[in-house]
T-cell receptor, first 111, second 114 residues
């Protein structure tokens, strides 16, 4: 079982729809990142969470530490939101920090 | 605002050659991370440095080495290149010393080994 699992792996929606991408992890973490990767390859850090909820524009990220689960929501989705969204968890093992990436969710928003 | 700078953006090498990738973190950031993303794969953590000292080591091959210099820029040295080293190499920086763990990613260096 992967330490970080995302769902769905692929998501296609119409412009304006509310989007939810889920991330589950199996170990205790110190932080969780949501990243956005566009077709050209560039990665943008969207959020870093250790508890609660964060909001930036149309993006909202939540995390439930007890349930080891995080969600990324996009309101009023737009074709420019089309990208791969990656969840990455940061945890400490044997005194060293590790950052483990999920497999990504490919989001396509059609006009 | 200044972002993470990586150079070169693209690099083509032949097998068994060496390559050096450079990363310039956001000014005042003290921590640098290196990641490798193969075609169609998830990024893999390679190595990180905090205040010029190696802070963590991931799946970095023994053929690779890295260091962080006094001006906080970092270099990833890759020797005896193999075809499988062809990938996108990302560098990220953060301000760990202030507890600001958000990592800011550079645009990546695309390495092609022929």
């Amino acid at each position: 079982k992967n330490e970080v699992e995302q769902s769905p792996q692929n998501l296609t929606a119409q412009e304006g729809e509310f989007i939810t991408i889920n991330c589950s992890y199996s170990v205790g973490i110190s932080a969780l990142h949501w990243l956005q990767q566009h077709p050209g390859g560039g990665i943008v850090s969207l959020f870093m969470l250790s508890s609660g909820k964060k909001k930036h524009g149309r993006l909202i990220a939540t995390i439930n530490i007890q349930e080891k689960h995080s969600s990324l929501h996009i309101t009023a989705s737009h074709p420019r939101d089309s990208a791969v969204y990656i969840c990455a968890v940061r945890f400490i093992i044997q005194g060293a920090q590790k950052l483990v990436f999920g497999q990504g969710t490919r989001l396509t928003i059609n006009p | 605002a200044a972002g993470v700078i990586q150079s070169p953006r693209h690099l083509i090498k032949e097998k068994r050659e060496t390559a050096t990738l450079k990363c310039y973190p956001i000014p005042r950031h003290d921590t640098v991370y290196w990641y490798q993303q193969g075609p169609g794969q998830d990024p893999q953590f390679l190595i990180s440095f905090y205040e010029k000292m190696q802070s963590d080591k991931g799946s970095i091959p023994d053929r690779f080495s890295a260091q962080q210099f006094s001006d906080y820029h970092s270099e990833l040295n890759m020797s005896s290149l193999e075809l499988g080293d062809s990938a996108l190499y990302f560098c990220a920086s953060s301000l760990e010393g202030r507890g600001q763990e958000t990592q800011y990613f550079g645009p990546g260096t695309r390495l092609l080994v022929l």
